[in-house]
C-alpha cells in the first residue's frame, strides 16, 4: 500500500502507511522480546541512576528542549510552503 501510495504520488498516504510500517515493526519486536525486555528481578529504585545524574540530565534536558523548539519554529518559518518542480527548471 506504501508503495501504491507513492506510485499515485498522494500527499498523505505514503507518510500514514510509513507510521504503521514503523508501528507494526515495534509492536513486532516488543512481542518477540516480551518475556526477556524487563527481567521480573529489576525494581525502578535498583533501575534508576543515581540521584546527582538524574538531576544532571534534567537540567541538560530542560535547557535544550527550549532551544530544540525554538529552532524548529524557526525551521518551519523560514522552510514553510511546498516546493514545486518549477524551482528545479522542471
Not at 1 to 30: C, V
Not at 37 to 42: A, H, K, M, T, Y
Not at 50 to 68: F, H
Amino acid at each position: 500500500m506504501l508503495a501504491r501510495a507513492l506510485w499515485k504520488r498522494h500527499e498523505h498516504a505514503p507518510f500514514s502507511w510509513s507510521i504503521g510500517i514503523f508501528l507494526a515493526s515495534l509492536i513486532g519486536l516488543a512481542a518477540s522480546l516480551y518475556p526477556y525486555l524487563i527481567p521480573r528481578s529489576v525494581t525502578a529504585e535498583a533501575a534508576a541512576a543515581d540521584s546527582l545524574t538524574l538531576v544532571i540530565m534534567m537540567l541538560g534536558i530542560g535547557l535544550l528542549i527550549p532551544v530544540m523548539i525554538v529552532y524548529n519554529a524557526y525551521q518551519y518559518a523560514v522552510l514553510r510552503g511546498k516546493v514545486s518542480s518549477s524551482h528545479y527548471g522542471g
